[in-house]
């Protein structure tokens, strides 16, 4: 007999946009509603660019759900909502990025532990855990 445990873990999210960064940010947590309605969201914070030299300033925010979905699962979802907001592969060599929905933590598993160092990442983790 085979059993299916379908164990909710927490996930958390990035999320990041210097082009149209209100109209993309607003798609991004609509459609994340739509998957996840316990989804929780820090403050929208306005960041200077990391790595690019001529960018205007991003919009980044942070949030967190839980789900029994895979981890394959919910980057495939992230990554079809970064298309819907017309994110091409192009884009980023002239420093546009429309949307930019990363991954960061499931669970206790890091998935990118340099951008645990951003201070507007540490914001909003300390933000989503009050």
Known sequence: MSYSLNIAVIY?????SNEHREENLS????????WFPDIRFS??????????FHSPLFSNQMAR????KSA?????YLKAIEREAGRTPDEKAREIVRLDI????????VYRP?????????????????
């Open 43 to 52: 403050t929208e914070m306005e960041t200077v660019p990391l790595y690019f």
């Open 27 to 34: 798609l991004a947590r609509t459609r994340l509603k739509e």
């Open 114 to 130: 340099d951008d645990l160092r951003r201070d507007y990442i540490r914001r909003g983790l300390e933000e989503l855990e009050k």
């Open 102 to 109: 990363d991954l960061l933590m499931c669970d206790n598993t």
């Open 65 to 68: 759900f839980a789900s029994a």
């Open 72 to 76: 394959v699962e919910i980057t495939a």
């Open 12 to 16: 958390t999210l990035s999320i990041g």
